[in-house]
């Protein structure tokens, strides 16, 4: 890679504002904002960067140059040389997936070694969670007055359901002593084979006995390539702090699938908003003074839910072509349709965003109208400071927009804010108005130096 392939524009961080204190980037919609972007060009001027919640159903994209990298698990911090990259207790461990990612980042170049550490108190998914998981949702696509909720399959509802059962659940630290977990992998599995049998039978799906021996033998050989990276990292961190070295937490998933305050039940098993930064990491509360909120100009969302803004005509399809919206984890084409001002708004709140960076406004070039919902019609009400807590009701609130001239040149390469045509200056500004935040970047691509530094005004 090229210097230039790899630089940032210099004042981007200085707009942020950071005054070197530890921050957060964290997704305000339904993810997919594009985390993985602002994490790696912020990641450099930080010392640790750190995830907290999820697993590899998240998928952070980092382009660097003409290298595109696909994240799910690792921090995107891996591409900054110095940084320490911690995966903490809050994260749910495929140790399959994340040795794939190991070697497909060593593979293009990415050292890791001590820059990569995971918890000891992280849960590993294991085979028959992505198993239970797939199944649960078919099962409840089949039973009458259920729905599915449309998840990745990676087997994340699953294994925090057993972190919370506990006595079905295994830890990355118990890797480190693999001999003592043989007799609990295969406790474990013999419960798992009885209701998955039955819930397979409920869908009428067929079922293969899971193999304990098979599993604790893949267990044990991941157990040793994964041991050097596995510790305290609640220790790791809390030393980073004593020694003044500054943290950066990495969201994923993103706030309004967060478990309690997302759409419920349409919403992935972690606090994926900033609340879930202190449990996930070990972190003391309030540690975090920077909450960068990432908001991309349109939304998306991938699986089941309601989504008062969607766009299901041709406009949406436009908007998921041009943005090419089809998942990074599973590659199914995500729903797509206008920026929702209310649940930006309610999320934000939420997360305590104290600045925003915009995603996704090259998406809309093109587009002769742009509307932004800016409140809901709900039972011959207006709503626009709070959010439905039932799904169903939220399902059937009637999005109201304001209306914005369109931009019909692309604007990738625009080099500063003042060069974007002035109608995607009067949208973003409009936005920030309504949010009441400033809004310090728009990103006009996704690569390192397509990052505009917007003026606070
Ligand atoms: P799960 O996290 O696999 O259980 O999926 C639950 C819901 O959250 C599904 O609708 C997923 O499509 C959605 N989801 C989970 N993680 C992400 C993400 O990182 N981006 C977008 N949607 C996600």
């Given at each position: 890679?090229?210097?230039?392939?790899?630089?940032?524009?210099?004042?981007?961080?200085?707009?942020?504002?950071?005054?070197?204190?530890?921050?957060?980037?964290?997704?305000?919609?339904?993810?997919?904002?594009?985390?993985?972007?602002?994490v790696d060009v912020l990641g450099a001027h930080f010392d640790v960067v750190a995830r907290y919640n999820g697993g590899a159903n998240a998928g952070h994209t980092v382009i660097i140059g003409d290298q595109k990298f696909a994240l799910h698990l690792i921090p995107s911090g891996i591409m900054c040389p110095d940084a320490l990259n911690v995966v903490g207790n809050g994260v749910v461990?495929?140790?399959?997936?994340?040795?794939?990612?190991?070697?497909?980042?060593?593979?293009?170049?990415?050292?890791?070694?001590?820059?990569?550490?995971?918890?000891?108190?992280?849960?590993?998914?294991?085979?028959?969670?992505?198993?239970?998981?797939?199944?649960?949702?078919?099962?409840?696509?089949?039973?009458?007055?259920?729905?599915?909720?449309?998840?990745?399959?990676?087997?994340?509802?699953?294994?925090?359901?057993?972190?919370?059962?506990?006595?079905?659940?295994?830890?990355?630290?118990?890797?480190?002593?693999?001999?003592?977990?043989?007799?609990?992998?295969?406790?474990?599995?013999?419960?798992?084979?009885?209701?998955?049998?039955?819930?397979?039978?409920?869908?009428?799906?067929?079922?293969?006995?899971?193999?304990?021996?098979a599993i604790f033998a893949d267990l044990k050989d991941q157990a040793i390539r994964l041991a050097p990276h596995i510790t305290d990292t609640s220790v790791l961190l809390h030393d980073a702090m004593d020694d003044g070295k500054k943290i950066l937490c990495e969201g994923a998933n993103a706030t309004m699938?967060?478990?309690?305050?997302?759409?419920?039940?349409?919403?992935?098993?972690?606090?994926?908003?900033?609340?879930?930064?202190?449990?996930?990491?070990?972190?003391?509360?309030?540690?975090?003074?920077?909450?960068?909120?990432?908001?991309?100009?349109?939304?998306?969302?991938?699986?089941?839910?309601?989504?008062?803004?969607?766009?299901?005509?041709?406009?949406?399809?436009?908007?998921?072509?041009?943005?090419?919206?089809?998942?990074?984890?599973?590659?199914?084409?995500?729903?797509?349709?206008?920026?929702?001002?209310?649940?930006?708004?309610?999320?934000?709140?939420?997360?305590?965003?104290?600045?925003?960076?915009?995603?996704?406004?090259?998406?809309?070039?093109?587009?002769?109208?742009?509307?932004?919902?800016?409140?809901?019609?709900?039972?011959?009400?207006?709503?626009?400071?709070?959010?439905?807590?039932?799904?169903?009701?939220?399902?059937?609130?009637?999005?109201?927009?304001?209306?914005?001239?369109?931009?019909?040149?692309?604007?990738?390469?625009?080099?500063?804010?003042?060069?974007?045509?002035?109608?995607?200056?009067?949208?973003?500004?409009?936005?920030?108005?309504?949010?009441?935040?400033?809004?310090?970047?728009?990103?006009?691509?996704?690569?390192?130096?397509?990052?505009?530094?917007?003026?606070?005004?």
């Open positions: 890679m090229t210097s230039s392939q790899t630089s940032t524009k210099p004042d981007a961080l200085a707009s942020l504002n950071l005054q070197g204190q530890h921050s957060a980037v964290i997704g305000i919609q339904y993810g997919d904002e594009g985390k993985g972007q602002i461990i495929d140790p399959a997936q994340i040795l794939k990612e190991i070697d497909g980042l060593v593979e293009r170049g990415i050292a890791i070694g001590e820059n990569l550490k995971i918890s000891n108190r992280a849960h590993v998914v294991l085979p028959y969670h992505k198993v239970q998981d797939v199944l649960y949702d078919q099962a409840m696509a089949k039973a009458k007055g259920s729905e599915p909720i449309g998840t990745t399959g990676r087997g994340i509802g699953p294994c925090y359901a057993d972190k919370a059962l506990r006595t079905t659940a295994v830890r990355m630290g118990e890797l480190l002593r693999i001999d003592e977990l043989e007799t609990k992998i295969q406790r474990i599995v013999s419960i798992k084979n009885t209701i998955l049998e039955a819930l397979a039978k409920t869908c009428d799906q067929p079922f293969e006995q899971l193999d304990a021996n699938l967060d478990i309690d305050h997302g759409t419920y039940p349409f919403v992935t098993s972690s606090n994926c908003s900033s609340l879930g930064i202190y449990a996930g990491s070990g972190l003391p509360g309030g540690t975090i003074k920077n909450i960068i909120g990432i908001v991309k100009l349109y939304t998306s969302r991938v699986g089941e839910g309601p989504f008062p803004s969607e766009l299901l005509n041709e406009t949406g399809e436009t908007i998921r072509q041009q943005g090419n919206e089809f998942g990074t984890t599973t590659g199914r084409p995500r729903r797509t349709g206008w920026l929702d001002l209310v649940s930006v708004r309610y999320a934000s709140k939420l997360s305590g965003v104290t600045t925003f960076a915009c995603t996704g406004l090259a998406v809309l070039a093109g587009l002769k109208t742009i509307k932004l919902c800016v409140g809901y019609r709900l039972d011959g009400k207006v709503i626009d400071n709070t959010l439905p807590a039932n799904a169903g009701d939220l399902a059937r609130a009637e999005p109201i927009y304001e209306e914005f001239e369109g931009f019909a040149d692309p604007i990738g390469e625009c080099q500063r804010y003042e060069d974007l045509p002035p109608q995607a200056r009067a949208y973003v500004e409009r936005v920030q108005e309504l949010l009441g935040t400033r809004i310090a970047m728009v990103c006009v691509g996704r690569r390192r130096d397509q990052i505009l530094v917007c003026p606070n005004k």
